[in-house]
């Protein structure tokens, strides 16, 4: 384990020396901000993520001080830290929109009509792919599914779902969007926030909205609904058991088929206690 | 088959999310039962239960917390895997966001099972309201005294953090989400050691995926055999079938496994009307296709590996006949090289040029070796890869060149994609680019092997 204590101890107002061109107050409140997240974990490291999207909620894309502030808070190198905010798609390398308007164009949404919707969209805004209005408001993304594959097509703004989606309806929600109108996604908060905001919430500082809008859309529900209309229901525990108990001999910790979470590849892998680790082969 | 809800069975209510809600509905009494009982008896009732692991793998959950080494004083982790993300699988978001007490309350009959005083439920940080009602659940436990200090005075204690990721979908794979966790790039780590060893800081560790986490509370109140009298004889208890593309009513229907896809698509009104099955992927787009011929395979995981694919997470992505296979499977392969990783060379460089290679064949300028370049591709990949992202991403083309030959034959006889991507849209349009893979080959292209 690493050690517990930023090898940079914070100090009142910030670091010592900074390297940031922040000004003293919001030095102060990303540094009482940046501590908060250290010390949710055992090891301050785990909270270089949360910190870099504290970062984007003040500067709205990881920015140069954002990536000292970071290596200094922790004590490592701002190209450790670089390293890290290259990696992961929703740290942003340059200013991003008020709003980041992404469109699935994965395969089930892409045939379902997102491919239409991007390029009707791209058409409508006049930029591409990750690439940010004159205005500011919208900077526009292809993404990966988002795990809402059964509300096809599906656009998310500021990772709110707005699903069941249109050429008209997205090109509607983009100029309500660059009027500064609010909008409400279909499962989400009441309306949607800003990036900053939205990068804050994802930094672990909740909101207060966790109670605003639904529970579940309908596809969410279409198997409850039939159950409900056709009175089934899981058995009830005095149910008389009718499977039996694996008999099983559990690998070696730690040797060849002691973890899981990959995908088989030979029908062998589907067999308990058969599967070997990953790039097994290669060797 | 009927359907079976369980995890599902307090989504329609008002505010379903709210703790409230879920004790109203009987929530919190595995926990209360799982406190009385020595945490051994509570890994062997997961055991007996058969759960498997619900993340794709179907690795047998209580197995997995049997393999940690004996308490040496030391921490020791659960990690929740909630960062769904392989393309079609939609089931553990709409679970978190209708009822994350169900998660919370499974983390912590795991975390009292394994001996764990510090869990962590890792979400993908593009989801922002199922990371706000996550918070929020936690928050209301710690109030009831479900989490935290001695809870109902049972001397056990808990912590629960929940983490947002940032975008990237090898942070699915369980060690790679470790160095995630511990404010690293994502990258998968060699195993052994496995997690259960060496997970979390060098500490044993568990990592669960959501939906196995949050079908344990049912198992510990109603008993092992109760969740072993649902499914096949290997496959059992209830799962999340989660149903999508050309379907009439798409969604999630939670099932004993076992269930085919033809007594789904029955619940949910068949394919899209006036359409017909053309292919379909059991388990998400790392499992090789399915058509109609398989519309009676058993969905467990038995029945699934032996025709040939993978039960995965029970992602049925339904593609009716004016879906072009090339289409969506280069589309599927430009996924795996934005998200590969770029630790290890064949998954690094094959995904490129699987994507390279595909591109050119969708905008009608493939040649006649391409389809075995594409093959040989697949075979230097497929064994060789670090993790399994770069197995994935072999199993959509190896399965679609085997079943659609003669389509992809077509596209580099035709010079060109003989389909109107139009019609497979759910509305009329005027594609503004005849072949979608043409256009990419610039704009999406251009990125090389690493992840962005």
Redesign the interface.
């Known amino acids: 384990?690493?050690a517990t204590e930023p090898a940079t101890k914070p100090v009142e107002g910030g670091p010592v020396e900074t390297r940031t061109r922040y000004d003293a107050d919001t030095l102060a409140a990303l540094t009482a901000d940046a501590t908060a997240i250290m010390e949710?974990?055992?090891?301050p490291?785990?909270?270089?993520?949360?910190m870099?999207?504290l970062v984007q909620s003040v500067d709205g894309y990881v920015s140069r001080d954002g990536i000292l502030f970071c290596a200094e808070m922790?004590g490592i190198t701002a190209a450790e830290v670089s390293?890290?905010a290259?990696?992961?798609?929703?740290?942003k390398r340059h200013p991003n929109g008020t709003y980041t308007v992404?469109v699935c164009?994965?395969?089930?949404c892409?045939?379902?009509?997102g491919?239409?919707i991007f390029?009707?969209l791209s058409?409508h805004l006049g930029v591409?792919?990750d690439e940010t209005t004159d205005d500011g408001a919208i900077t526009l993304e292809?993404?990966?599914?988002?795990?809402?594959?059964?509300?096809?097509?599906v656009v998310?703004v500021?990772?709110?779902?707005f699903d069941?989606q249109?050429?008209e309806t997205a090109t509607a929600l983009a100029d309500k969007l660059r009027l500064g109108e609010d909008v409400a996604?279909t499962?989400?908060?009441a309306s949607v926030c800003s990036f900053k905001q939205?990068s804050r919430?994802?930094?672990?500082f909740?909101?207060g909205?966790?109670?605003e809008?639904v529970?579940?859309g309908?596809?969410?529900?279409?198997?409850?609904?039939?159950?409900?209309e056709?009175g089934?229901?899981?058995?009830?525990?005095e149910?008389?058991?009718?499977?039996?108990?694996?008999a099983?001999v559990?690998?070696v910790?730690?040797?060849?088929g002691?973890?899981?979470?990959?995908?088989?590849?030979t029908?062998a892998?589907?067999e308990?206690g058969k599967?070997k680790?990953?790039?097994?082969?290669?060797k | 088959m009927?359907?079976?809800?369980?995890l599902?069975?307090t989504?329609?209510?008002d505010?379903?999310?709210?703790l409230a809600t879920y004790e109203g509905a009987g929530g919190y009494a595995g926990l209360k039962k799982a406190l009385t009982m020595e945490p051994a008896d509570l890994v062997q009732a997961v055991?007996?239960?058969?759960l498997r692991?619900r993340?794709?793998?179907?690795?047998?959950t209580g197995?997995?917390w049997?393999?940690?080494?004996p308490p040496d004083g030391g921490?020791r982790y659960l990690v929740v895997?909630a960062d769904?993300?392989?393309?079609?699988?939609?089931k553990?978001?709409?679970l978190m966001?209708?009822?994350p007490q169900h998660l919370i309350e499974g983390v912590a009959i795991t975390s009292y099972a394994i001996g764990c005083d510090?869990a962590f439920i890792y979400v993908?940080?593009?989801?922002?309201?199922v990371?706000?009602?996550l918070?929020?659940a936690v928050e209301e436990a710690y109030e009831a005294g479900y989490l935290g200090k001695n809870i109902q005075g049972s001397g056990f204690d808990l912590d629960v953090?929940?983490?947002?990721?940032?975008?990237?979908?090898i942070c699915g794979?369980?060690?790679a989400l470790l160095d995630?966790?511990?404010?690293?790039?994502?990258q998968?780590r060699?195993?052994?050691?496995?997690?259960?060893?060496a997970g979390l800081?060098?500490?044993p560790t568990v990592?669960n995926n959501v939906e196995s986490i949050a079908s344990v509370p049912a198992i510990v109140?109603?008993?092992?055999?109760?969740f072993?009298?649902?499914?096949t004889?290997?496959s059992?208890g209830?799962g999340l079938?989660?149903?999508?593309?050309?379907v009439t009513?798409?969604?999630?229907?939670?099932?004993p496994l076992g269930i085919t896809l033809r007594e789904l698509l029955d619940?949910?009104g068949g394919v899209r009307a006036g359409h017909e099955l053309k292919f379909w992927t059991p388990g998400g787009?790392?499992?090789p296709i399915f058509t109609q011929d398989h519309l009676d395979v058993p969905l467990d995981?038995?029945s699934v590996?032996?025709a040939g694919s993978?039960l995965?997470t029970r992602?049925l992505?339904i593609?009716d006949e004016s879906?072009c296979v090339v289409?969506?499977?280069s589309?599927?392969t430009d996924?795996y090289a934005?998200?590969s990783?770029g630790k290890?060379t064949?998954c690094r460089e094959g995904t490129y040029w699987l994507k390279q290679v595909l591109h050119r064949i969708e905008a009608g300028e493939g040649q006649d070796s391409d389809l075995d370049l594409l093959l040989d591709l697949c075979d230097n990949i497929?064994?060789?890869?670090?993790?399994?992202l770069g197995?994935?991403a072999t199993?959509p083309i190896t399965s679609s060149v085997q079943l659609f030959r003669a389509e992809y034959q077509a596209h580099i006889d035709g010079h060109g994609c003989p389909f109107d991507?139009?019609a497979?849209?759910?509305?009329p349009?005027t594609?503004?680019?005849t072949s979608?893979g043409a256009a990419l080959v610039g704009?999406?292209g251009a990125g090389t092997g690493g992840?962005?």
């Open positions: 384990m690493r949710r974990y055992p090891d490291r785990s909270g270089l993520l949360p870099l999207h922790l390293a890290v290259t990696f992961y798609t929703q740290y992404g164009t994965n395969t089930l892409a045939v379902m009509g491919d239409a390029d009707e058409d591409g792919h292809r993404i990966e599914c988002n795990a809402a594959c059964d509300y096809a097509p998310m500021n990772w709110e779902f069941n249109t050429p996604p499962r989400g908060a939205m919430i994802l930094a672990g909740p909101d909205r966790a109670d809008g529970g579940a309908e596809p969410t529900l279409a198997g409850l609904k039939i159950a409900r056709r089934w229901t899981a058995p009830d525990a149910a008389p058991a009718t499977g039996e108990s694996q099983e559990p690998p910790t730690g040797a060849p002691s973890s899981a979470q990959r995908q088989p590849t029908p892998d589907t308990v599967d680790k990953p790039g097994e082969d290669a | 009927n359907l079976t809800p369980v599902t069975d989504w329609d209510k505010h379903s999310w709210r055991k007996d239960s058969g692991g993340g794709g793998a179907g690795f047998p197995m997995k049997g393999f940690l080494p921490p895997n769904e993300s392989e393309p079609g699988t939609c553990d978001i709409p966001l209708a009822s510090h993908r940080g593009e989801v922002l309201h990371y706000r009602r918070l929020n953090t929940v983490h947002a990721g940032a975008g990237a979908y794979e369980e060690t995630s966790l511990e404010g690293l790039r994502g998968p060699l195993k052994p050691p496995f997690p259960a060893v800081y060098a500490r990592v109140a109603k008993g092992a055999d109760w072993s009298s649902m499914g004889e290997k059992q209830h079938f989660s149903l999508s593309g050309h009513r798409p969604g999630q229907y939670e099932a619940l949910a787009s790392s499992t995981y038995e590996g032996a993978m995965g992602a992505q593609f879906v289409r969506a499977v589309r599927w996924f934005h998200e990783c290890c064949p497929l064994g060789r890869a670090f993790c399994a197995d994935g199993s991507p139009s497979s849209a759910l509305f349009y594609p503004k680019t979608p704009a999406v992840h962005r």
